[in-house]
């Protein structure tokens, strides 16, 4: 089992900054084994793929909402992965969840494809 605990979230003013972190724990843990993304829910709407660290730690991707604002990033030594958010606009306002993948084939982008989710942790952009 993996337990995935996102910490960090908060009410920030449009253009402002937050980082999110997400700690990694249990037994069968390792930043070897598991792609980990960051995916975002909206009230009335799906859950959106934000970013992704590839397993390697060699990759990452982002949706394109958040394209050149956000950074996803991690410490192999504390087992924890962060989502730098910079440049905040309210329709970024959602709970942020972290996800932990042991998809190969391709960068798992979709929420079925993830193992593991935190609980979530809320982010509310004003204007």
């Known amino acids: 089992q993996v337990q995935l605990v996102e910490s960090g979230g908060g009410l920030v003013q449009a253009g402002g900054s937050l980082r999110l972190s997400c700690a990694a724990s249990g037994r069968t843990f390792s930043f070897s084994r598991y792609a980990m993304g960051w995916f975002r829910q909206a009230p009335g709407k799906e859950r959106e793929f934000v970013a992704l660290?590839?397993?390697?730690?060699?990759?990452?991707y982002y949706g394109d909402s958040v394209k050149g604002r956000f950074t996803i990033s991690r410490d192999s030594t504390e087992n924890l992965v962060y989502l730098q958010m910079n440049d905040l606009k309210p329709e970024d306002t959602a709970v942020y969840y972290c996800g932990a993948s042991l998809k190969r084939l391709r960068p798992p982008m979709r929420r079925n494809e993830y193992d593991y989710w935190g609980q979530g942790a809320q982010v509310v952009v004003s204007s």
């Open positions: 660290l590839s397993w390697s730690n060699s990759d990452t």
